[in-house]
């Protein structure tokens, strides 16, 4: 057998990986398992999106090879989305980058600004690629913690008191993913003071602004975030676009230059049909969100009542599309909770351990489930 590569010591395969293969197993022998751990939308994009799609298969050259920049339409959109929706105005020239999905985004923009060695800022708890790529870079994981008691964000006054001196990157993610939390103006006014201080490039993971979210927020909307901040966000949440694979990054252009230079060694362009259903989705309408958050706003409902069953609390104020939830004080630990309900009850929910640390005592459901699977769920009990 071949050896492997020494970057891949540093890293584990990615959880949900490896757990679903056992979940599969068990539904392979006949158990009725209904899956929670998941937030991989079940809806359908809109008609006008798979529409757009189907008309674009015949168009001349929808085969071909495409920009590494994606259509200039589609960059166009992405401008025009963000000016209306986040009040944020980017050159759809050279401040926005379609990407094929927001997680190839993560590794980009760490092969566009780490070197071995360099250290990079990670929310504990926080979504698990932004420490495996920092790892399979060979850049430095520091996490800083995210505790209930603060409401998920960072204690900037502490963090300025370590030695930051090697620190390249910060990774947040507002609205939060796993907790839900959300981010104030404010509090992302004294992120953005706090990356300047330590010249440092802040980059927000924002693919759940449009779920439940009354105020969507970009932080690029704070004046002069895009010299010191990239953002990234996606359609996949917003738009039931997950298989899609449709991303984007906005900031500077001489970030978003940057890791041009390494997307255009690394992939061909962007499906034109795609780009094409990208653009559509783009400029749906309000009744778009609106239906979204009815949906979900009712399997919400349904989720608390579960999590109230298993003597659990949660926050009614978060966004996003999971419940993040406490367990009852002497619980197991989240790993072996999840593990009895999934052999006792037929139930996967994600363990919040996955996420960090600071994980422990939680569990995460997720919304994107239909109604009668959460109704089963809580009749099982």
Same mark, same amino acid.
């Given at each position: 057998m071949m050896k492997t590569a020494d970057r891949l010591k540093?890293?584990?395969?990615?959880?949900?990986?490896?757990?679903?293969?056992?979940?599969?197993g068990l539904i392979a022998e006949g158990k009725p398992i209904i899956n929670m751990g998941i937030g991989s939308p079940d809806l359908a994009p809109s008609d006008i999106v798979l529409e757009t799609l189907k008309n674009a298969l015949t168009d001349s050259g929808a085969s071909q090879y495409?920009?590494?920049?994606?259509?200039?339409?589609?960059?166009? /959109?992405?401008?025009?989305?963000?000016?209306?929706?986040?009040?944020?105005? /980017?050159?759809?020239?050279?401040?926005?980058?379609?990407?094929?999905?927001?997680?190839?985004?993560?590794?980009?923009?760490?092969m566009a600004f780490l070197n071995g060695g360099d250290e990079v800022l990670l929310p504990n708890p926080g979504y698990p690629t932004y420490a495996s790529v920092t790892k399979l870079v060979e850049a430095v994981p520091r996490t800083y913690d995210l505790k209930a008691e603060n409401d998920w964000f960072p204690n900037l006054e502490a963090l300025s008191q370590q030695d930051l001196s090697k620190v390249k990157l910060m990774w947040v993610s507002y609205p939060h993913m796993p907790t839900g939390a959300t981010a104030s103006k404010e509090q992302l006014a004294r992120l953005l003071a706090f990356a300047k201080a330590h010249n440092i490039l802040l980059i927000n993971d924002n693919p759940y602004s449009f779920v439940l979210s009354k105020s969507p927020t970009s932080i690029l909307g704070i004046e002069g975030a895009k010299d010191h901040c990239l953002e990234l966000n996606s359609l996949s949440k917003t738009f039931n676009m997950a298989g899609w694979r449709v991303g984007m990054l906005l900031g500077n252009k001489e970030n978003i230059n940057a890791v041009l230079k390494v997307k255009s060694n690394m992939d061909s362009g962007m499906f034109y049909g795609i780009q094409k259903g990208a653009i559509a989705a783009l400029?749906?309408?309000?009744?778009?969100?609106?239906?979204?958050?009815?949906?979900?706003?009712?399997?919400?409902?349904?989720?608390?009542?579960?999590?109230e069953k298993l003597g659990a609390t949660y926050d009614s104020n978060a966004v996003g599309m999971f419940v993040w939830a406490k367990l009852p004080k002497g619980s197991k630990s989240s790993e072996a909770y999840i593990d009895n309900l999934l052999h006792t009850k037929d139930i996967f929910i994600a363990p919040g351990t996955i996420f960090g640390s600071n994980g422990e005592g939680y569990i995460r459901f997720s919304l994107c489930v239909k109604e009668e699977k959460i109704k089963e769920a809580i009749d099982r009990f």
């Amino acid at each position: 057998m071949m050896k492997t590569a020494d970057r891949l010591k540093s890293v584990q395969e990615y959880y949900f990986s490896k757990k679903l293969r056992e979940v599969r197993g068990l539904i392979a022998e006949g158990k009725p398992i209904i899956n929670m751990g998941i937030g991989s939308p079940d809806l359908a994009p809109s008609d006008i999106v798979l529409e757009t799609l189907k008309n674009a298969l015949t168009d001349s050259g929808a085969s071909q090879y495409q920009s590494y920049q994606g259509l200039p339409e589609l960059r166009e /959109a992405i401008a025009s989305f963000y000016e209306s929706k986040f009040g944020v105005v /980017a050159n759809p020239v050279n401040e926005i980058l379609p990407l094929m999905g927001s997680k190839e985004g993560i590794m980009h923009i760490s092969m566009a600004f780490l070197n071995g060695g360099d250290e990079v800022l990670l929310p504990n708890p926080g979504y698990p690629t932004y420490a495996s790529v920092t790892k399979l870079v060979e850049a430095v994981p520091r996490t800083y913690d995210l505790k209930a008691e603060n409401d998920w964000f960072p204690n900037l006054e502490a963090l300025s008191q370590q030695d930051l001196s090697k620190v390249k990157l910060m990774w947040v993610s507002y609205p939060h993913m796993p907790t839900g939390a959300t981010a104030s103006k404010e509090q992302l006014a004294r992120l953005l003071a706090f990356a300047k201080a330590h010249n440092i490039l802040l980059i927000n993971d924002n693919p759940y602004s449009f779920v439940l979210s009354k105020s969507p927020t970009s932080i690029l909307g704070i004046e002069g975030a895009k010299d010191h901040c990239l953002e990234l966000n996606s359609l996949s949440k917003t738009f039931n676009m997950a298989g899609w694979r449709v991303g984007m990054l906005l900031g500077n252009k001489e970030n978003i230059n940057a890791v041009l230079k390494v997307k255009s060694n690394m992939d061909s362009g962007m499906f034109y049909g795609i780009q094409k259903g990208a653009i559509a989705a783009l400029q749906s309408g309000t009744d778009w969100f609106l239906s979204l958050d009815e949906i979900y706003n009712r399997r919400r409902k349904l989720l608390f009542e579960l999590v109230e069953k298993l003597g659990a609390t949660y926050d009614s104020n978060a966004v996003g599309m999971f419940v993040w939830a406490k367990l009852p004080k002497g619980s197991k630990s989240s790993e072996a909770y999840i593990d009895n309900l999934l052999h006792t009850k037929d139930i996967f929910i994600a363990p919040g351990t996955i996420f960090g640390s600071n994980g422990e005592g939680y569990i995460r459901f997720s919304l994107c489930v239909k109604e009668e699977k959460i109704k089963e769920a809580i009749d099982r009990f």
